[in-house]
C-alpha cells in the first residue's frame, strides 16, 4: 500500500493479531474496519453502514456514540487517570461498588473488579477453592459446567468452558472442569416436548455429576442465565430453582455467569433476577459500561468474605486495572442511563415484537429453531426441519465460513454465524433497538438464508 505521497505503508494484517480470526483470509490486506457508530449502527472506512446486531460483542447495550459517556471518561481522566485497588481505594471504585451491590440479588454485596469477564470467572474459580480452603474443606475445588458453554480464555476459565475445540491448543489445562448436560430443549435427549419434566432432568443431571465426582470435591457449578455458545439456550421452568436446592444440598456454590445477560440484555439488571434464583456469586463484565471502557466484576456473597475479614488473612489476587477509575466512572454513567431511560423496561416491552419477527423466519426450510429471551436469540440451520438433521463439519464449514458470515455482513448486518455446536445465527442488537431494527435483520436474514438453502 501506498500513501498520495508514494510512501509505503503496512497493510492491517502485517502488524495487527486479530482475535479468534483465521489471520489467512485476510493475506491480500483487506480486513472489515469499523470507524464510527450511532445507536444500532456502525460505519467502515468506506462509508458503508452496517445494523450491529450483536452490540459488538454482546457489550454495546447502551447503542453507539453514546457522548455522555466518553464525557465521563474524559472528566475522571483528568480528575485521576489511574489509582490501583490494592490496600487503597478511590471514589469512582467505592461508588460503583455500592451501585452494583443495590442492584444484585439478595446479599451478593461484594464486589471484586477485574478488567473483562475472563477475569471475572478466573476470579469466581478462585475465590470458591480459597473459600472452601479457609473454611476448612481443602478438597472442594472442581467446578461443573455444561456442554457447549463458553467461561473465557484464560486457563482456568477455559477449563470451565465445554467447547473442546478452542481448548486443544493448549492442554493441559487445569484440572477439575467437569461437563454436564445444557438445556437446549431443542436436541432435548429426553422430556423433548415437555419443558418442566426436561428442566428437572437437566438440573439433575448437575446432581448426578456431583455425585460421581463426590460433593466432597466439588466447589461450585458455573451457569449462564441463558447459554451463548450454542446458540442461546434459555432454562427450561423452574429449572434454576432446582439447581438452587441441588447446591444447597451438597454445599456447592451457584455461579451465575452474566458476562452476557446482565445490563439488560434479557429486560432486567441481572439475569438471576429475570429467572427469580439466588445465586452466590455473579460474574459480569461487557455491557457494565456498554462497552466504552474494559471493566468486569465477581459479586459475592457476604459470606464468602467472611474468612477473609479475619486478622492477617487475605485474598491472594488482584488485577492492575480491575476497578480502573476511568471505567468506573464509565459505568457509573452507563448505569444512571439505562435508568433515565429505563432500558430495561424497553426490552421487556419489546422482547415479543422481536421473537415474532425473528420467527417469521420459520417458513425458511434452513431455519430449524428459533429460541431466545429478551434481546437476545439464535437462530439454528438445519438441513432438514422434520428430522432435524444438522449439518457435518465440512458442510457447516462451508455454509457459516464460506458464505453466510461474508453474505450478511455484505448486506449490511453485522451479526454471528457460529458453529461451536450446531449452526446458529446469533443475535442480540443494543437495548435500544426497535421495530425497524427487527424488521431490518429479518428482511436481510430471509434473503441471505434463502440463497444459503439453495447453495446446499
Known sequence: MTT??????????DHLWMHFTRMSSFRD????????????YVWD????????????????????????????????????AYFPLWGVAHPTAIELSERIAGLTPGDLNRVFFTTGGSEAVETA?????????????????????????????????????????????????????????????????????????FGEWAADEIARAIEREGADTVAAVFLEPVQNAGGCFPPPPGYFQRVREICDRYDVLLVSDEVICAWGRLGDWFGALRYGYQPDIITTAKALTSGY???????????????????????????????????????????????????????????????????????????????????????????????RETFDDAESERLLRGF???????????????????????????????????????????AVLTEAYGRI
Open 4 to 13: 498520495p505521497l508514494g510512501l509505503t505503508m503496512a497493510k492491517p494484517t
Open 293 to 387: 471502557s474494559p471493566l468486569g466484576a465477581t459479586v459475592a456473597s457476604d459470606r464468602l468474605i467472611e474468612p477473609f475479614l479475619r486478622d492477617g488473612v487475605a485474598f491472594l489476587h488482584g488485577i492492575t486495572f480491575g476497578g480502573h477509575p476511568v471505567s468506573s466512572a464509565v459505568a457509573l454513567a452507563n448505569i444512571d442511563l439505562m435508568a433515565r431511560e429505563d432500558l430495561n423496561g424497553h426490552v421487556r416491552a419489546n422482547e415479543a415484537a422481536f421473537r415474532s419477527t425473528l420467527e417469521k423466519l420459520h417458513d425458511l426450510p434452513i431455519v430449524g429453531d428459533v429460541r431466545g429471551d429478551g434481546y437476545f436469540y439464535g437462530i439454528e440451520l438445519v438441513k432438514d426441519k422434520t428430522t
Open 45 to 80: 472506512d468506506k462509508g458503508r453502514r452496517y445494523l450491529d446486531g450483536i452490540a459488538g460483542l454482546f457489550t454495546v447495550n447502551a447503542g453507539h456514540g453514546r457522548t455522555e459517556l466518553a464525557e465521563a471518561a474524559a472528566k475522571q481522566a483528568a480528575e485521576l
Open 404 to 446: 453466510l458470515s461474508d453474505a450478511l455482513f455484505e448486506a449490511g448486518l453485522y451479526c454471528r454465524a457460529d458453529d461451536r455446536g450446531d449452526p446458529v445465527v446469533q443475535l442480540a442488537p443494543p437495548l435500544t433497538a426497535g421495530q425497524a431494527e427487527f424488521d431490518e435483520m429479518e428482511r436481510i436474514l430471509r
Open 125 to 197: 474459580w478462585k475465590l470458591a477453592r480459597a473459600y472452601f480452603r479457609k473454611t476448612g474443606k481443602p478438597g472442594k475445588h472442581k467446578v461443573i459446567s455444561r456442554y457447549l458453554s463458553y467461561h473465557g480464555t484464560t486457563m482456568g476459565a477455559l477449563s470451565i468452558t465445554g467447547l473442546p475445540a478452542i481448548k486443544a491448543d493448549f492442554e493441559p489445562l487445569v484440572t477439575g472442569g467437569v461437563k454436564t448436560a445444557n438445556t437446549n430443549i431443542y436436541r432435548a435427549p429426553v422430556h423433548g416436548d415437555d419443558p418442566v419434566a
Open 29 to 40: 490486506g483487506q480486513v472489515p474496519t469499523i470507524v464510527r457508530g450511532e445507536g444500532s
